[in-house]
């Protein structure tokens, strides 16, 4: 009974509810939470939920945030156009618990796409592959969709940028043995490789799920090596493989020594401020033997590019249209027949969550009627104790 109570309470009353339990430094339930987040009426009240998630999630049963509330508070978020606050607690999960299934990551990936904000899409994939939770063709589907519309922007990426976009690209491209997944996993691969070379090994795979084994232009190329040597009609996309042709060149020696020669034309003063701040960011870096060895590879693979691009040209596998236009086409052929799945394996993940609902509801209606005759019995006791 009194959880039909609680159910009924107002999101005032919930809330202040709520923050009664904490004064006194005891643990909210996660039904609790779970019914405030289920009962969001305005964007303004989206705003109140983010803070008590966070609450939640620095509270002793902050390890039992349930899937349901983690999937409605995605759900909320979209149907009072907040987002981006969707995606601040994703970007931010350690902070606040949110680690989506693949349909909620689907909703809040689709709703990027239909506004055209794939700089924004771009960044709920990128939480995918660090979740490493692509295993469904649709989210597949729609993370390389994200991806090939945003490099259509030619955007300038930073190194943190080229990190996040590099890996997404590379760990969506393998679940995809076909042009498309080849030609992301061909980009991804050298995007890390351009920034092993300038920062290090440790600068790529520190909090991704990636190898730590140095090499990635070198994986590049290998891509290139497999579509070469492989029979049918696979091919890399020609955009795909001038971006890597220009990766090659920006870290190849000769432009490095171009750079140098620029700065030294620069006034003594210059040099001697920037000589001292080499040597500090060369501490920081911390650049090891192992990158020094790839460094050096780099005219090697300058080379043995140009030797597979030849091969991959004379045998037809190049294909004219840009990544982009091969990923729409195949969204349109393939993405409503990928849906079909999802949406019935949703519907049984629904039901087991009511079941698990249910459940939970019966264990907090018999621990507060047990609570409840706890407490009439120690003021009986009391009474009792008073006539004596």
């Avoid at 920034?195 to 991704?208: C, D, K, L, N, S």
């Avoid at 091969?326 to 087991?352: H, K, N, W």
Wanted: hydrophobic share 40%; proline share 3%; aromatic share 8%.
């Amino acid at each position: 009974m009194l959880a039909r109570v609680v159910v009924q309470l107002h999101k005032s009353q919930l809330a202040a509810f709520m923050d009664r339990i904490y004064e006194r430094n005891f643990p909210v339930s996660s039904l609790t939470i779970s019914r405030f987040v289920d009962s969001i009426s305005s964007r303004e009240e989206v705003d109140q939920a983010e803070y008590y998630l966070y609450r939640f999630r620095h509270s002793p049963n902050c390890w039992y945030l349930r899937d349901w509330t983690i999937h409605s508070w995605v759900r909320q978020c979209l149907k009072y156009g907040a987002k981006d606050k969707a995606l601040h607690t994703l970007k931010n999960k350690v902070q606040y618990g949110i680690f989506p299934d693949e349909f909620s990551f689907n909703l809040l990936l689709d709703a990027y796409i239909k506004e055209e904000d794939f700089k924004g899409a771009c960044s709920v994939v990128e939480e995918v592959m660090l979740q490493e939770a692509c295993d469904l063709p649709s989210t597949q589907i729609l993370s390389l969709y994200a991806l090939s519309r945003y490099l259509a922007t030619k955007p300038k990426l930073g190194v943190s940028e080229e990190r996040g976009l590099g890996a997404s690209l590379l760990i969506v491209g393998l679940k995809q043995d076909n042009t498309v997944g080849l030609s992301a996993q061909l980009l991804g691969s050298a995007l890390l490789g351009k920034v092993e070379m300038a920062e290090g090994i440790h600068a790529v795979f520190r909090g991704m799920p990636l190898l730590w084994t140095p090499g990635y232009v070198g994986r590049a190329l290998a891509v290139m090596e497999k579509v070469a040597a492989a029979p049918g009609d696979v091919k890399l996309t020609k955009d795909m493989i001038d971006s890597v042709e220009a990766v090659l060149k920006e870290i190849s020696p000769a432009s490095d020594s171009d750079s140098s020669e620029g700065e030294e034309s620069g006034g003594e003063e210059d040099r001697k401020g920037e000589s001292g701040g080499e040597e500090d960011r060369k501490e920081e870096k911390m650049v090891d033997e192992d990158d020094l060895a790839e460094r050096a590879k780099l005219p090697q693979y300058a080379g043995r590019f140009q030797e597979l691009l030849s091969q991959l040209q004379s045998q037809g596998k190049v294909d004219a249209a840009p990544l982009e236009a091969l990923v729409s086409a195949l969204a349109q052929q393939a993405l409503p027949r990928a849906e079909e799945p999802d949406l019935e394996q949703y519907a049984g993940r629904v039901r087991d969550w009511e079941s698990e609902r249910r459940q939970l509801i019966q264990r907090e209606v018999e621990a507060r009627e047990r609570a409840e005759i706890e407490k009439q019995a120690r003021i009986e006791a009391r009474a009792a104790a008073q006539q004596g």
